[in-house]
């Protein structure tokens, strides 16, 4: 059984930080790219960032220098560091799992930065 597991979501105050961490298990080909993408209210979902089994990273340009996103191959797991947050940055983060044969999505974890 697939399970794609988000965890670190929270209420944080303008400034501060957060660590997101998803772990994928009972996935048994191979992950290609693990990554990170958000939906606020009344928007679509879209790319935050995501990573490859090489390490390649991409970013959207909106979280560059202040995000950080980082995996750990032998645990299928891929974190998301965030920092300097600010209330735009509110939404439900969702992990993706990216395999050569589809790809899997999280349950959602809520950020809410209170300004």
């Known amino acids: 059984q697939v399970q794609v597991v988000e965890s670190g979501g929270g209420l944080v105050q303008a400034g501060g930080s957060l660590r997101l961490s998803c772990a994928a298990s009972?996935?048994?080909?191979?992950?290609?790219?693990m990554g990170w993408y958000r939906q606020a209210p009344g928007k679509q979902r879209e790319l935050v960032a995501r990573v490859s089994s090489a390490g390649g990273t991409n970013y959207a340009d909106s979280v560059k220098g202040r995000f950080t996103i980082s995996r750990d191959n032998a645990k299928n797991t891929v974190y998301l560091q965030m920092n300097s947050l600010n209330p735009e940055d509110t939404a439900v983060y969702y992990c993706?799992?990216?395999?050569?044969?589809?790809?899997?999505w999280g349950q959602g974890t809520q950020v809410t930065v209170s300004s």
């Open positions: 009972g996935i048994i080909s191979s992950i290609n790219v």
């Open positions: 993706n799992v990216l395999t050569v044969l589809k790809d899997y």
